[in-house]
């Protein structure tokens, strides 16, 4: 399985669900591509956050050696899912897609994966650690119920 996951920049919210994604499939034995980007090209480049490298390390992941992109063309048949973080970046995907593409593109956090109505992970970007500790539990929770879905 490929999945890309995608916020705004490319730099917090992203990145950490990369970290937390490629760490529970390395846990299960699961042979999968997981990357991630961003809708907008602020961070093309630029490692992430060090908010968003502070609490993943807390967590026992490393995520120092990522760096910013933006999402491409080609990626919309390259991964399996691109799930992306929050709505707004969604309807950016579901624009940048097309009509003909193979990649499922959806919410992290929607129905099939919490049993309620969509949900967004909000942008931590402006605020302090505990909102991106916040953040980063949410990305975990939602990780692990992907995974026992789709693993």
Known sequence: MKILLVC???????PMAEGV???????????????SAGTADY?????????????SSEAGVSI??????QVEKAD???FDWILALDRANLRELQSLAGAQH????GLLLDPFLEGKEPA?????????????RA???????AAEKFIERAG
């Open 102 to 105: 193979s990649a499922r593109i």
């Open 135 to 141: 953040c980063r539990a949410k990305i975990q929770r």
């Open 76 to 78: 919309f048949d390259h």
């Open 43 to 55: 961070h093309i480049g630029e490692a992430p956050d060090r908010r968003a490298r502070q609490v």
């Open 21 to 35: 994604f490629r760490q529970l499939a390395h846990e299960r034995g699961l042979d999968w591509k997981i990357d």
């Open 120 to 132: 967004e992970v909000a942008d931590p970007y402006w605020g302090n650690i505990e909102e991106f």
């Open 64 to 69: 120092e050696n990522l760096r910013g992109r």
């Open 8 to 14: 705004l920049g490319n730099i917090c919210r992203s």
